[in-house]
T-cell receptor, first 116, second 116 residues
Framework: AQKITQTQPGMFVQEKEAVTLDCTYDTSDQSYGLFWYKQPSSGEMIFLIYQGSYDEQNATEGRYSLNFQKARKSANLVISASQLGDSAMYFC?????????????FGSGTKLNVKP | GAVVSQHPSRVICKSGTSVKIECRSL??????MFWYRQFPKKSLMLMATSNEGSKATYEQGVEKDKFLINHASLTLSTLTVTSAHPEDSSFYIC????????????FGPGTRLTVT
């Protein structure tokens, strides 16, 4: 089974609107971390937001919030007030701890296009 | 946030030659570094996990004799693509974690390798 699933290969959103990018994960660990990264066309991976498995509140970072539903194993990214500069690939990732080493898994990504 | 540099950013080499890519954590000590490969419009594929002072752990299907990884210090890991072939052309990204906090990965800017 895939560890991280992003079911939306591409998304369009109107500038200034909010958009939700979906992410579901699969793990049997009790302690894990969930991350979202943005990758613009230049290629660098930009960290956006982190959610720990024991965090009871949804993480927020400026216009980014993570809708964490532990029972459903989902960690959707919500971008409020979209801007043209938000157009990029977005990757959901999960960290597990395996034999005292950290292991990271990435989803297939969602390409977001913000329309003016 | 923490800074990871990668050098070179772009390299073109001839088939049969070897190429070395450096990954440095500039303002923290990286207990673990990761090397990823990314094909166009695809997700990151983990190649290997590099722990300082020990041998790298390669993912299934990644040839350890072809992709030599050295993590000689807490701030430097190198990936050497030996006897490069055109099919090795790709975007290679390194990342580092400090082993504390959320174990967030800090990514380098990536290296675009083209083998002619």
């Amino acid at each position: 089974a895939q560890k991280i699933t992003q079911t939306q290969p591409g998304m369009f959103v109107q500038e200034k609107e909010a958009v939700t990018l979906d992410c579901t994960y699969d793990t049997s660990d009790q302690s894990y971390g969930l991350f979202w990264y943005k990758q613009p066309s230049s290629g660098e991976m930009i960290f956006l937001i982190y959610q720990g498995s024991y965090d009871e509140q949804n993480a927020t970072e400026g216009r980014y919030s993570l809708n964490f539903q532990k029972a459903r194993k989902s960690a959707n990214l919500v971008i409020s007030a979209s801007q043209l500069g938000d157009s990029a690939m977005y990757f959901c990732a999960m960290r597990e701890r395996l034999y005292n080493f950290n292991k990271f898994y990435f989803g297939s990504g969602t390409k977001l296009n913000v329309k003016p | 946030g923490a800074v990871v540099s990668q050098h070179p950013s772009r390299v073109i080499c001839k088939s049969g030659t070897s190429v070395k890519i450096e990954c440095r954590s500039l303002d923290f000590q990286a207990t673990t570094m990761f090397w990823y490969r990314q094909f166009p419009k695809k997700s990151l594929m983990l190649m290997a996990t590099s722990n300082e002072g020990s041998k790298a752990t390669y993912e299934q299907g990644v040839e350890k004799d072809k992709f030599l990884i050295n993590h000689a210090s807490l701030t430097l890991s190198t990936l050497t693509v030996t006897s490069a072939h055109p099919e090795d052309s790709s975007f290679y990204i390194c990342s580092a974690i400090s082993g504390t906090g959320n174990y967030e990965q800090y990514f380098g800017p990536g290296t675009r390798l083209t083998v002619t």
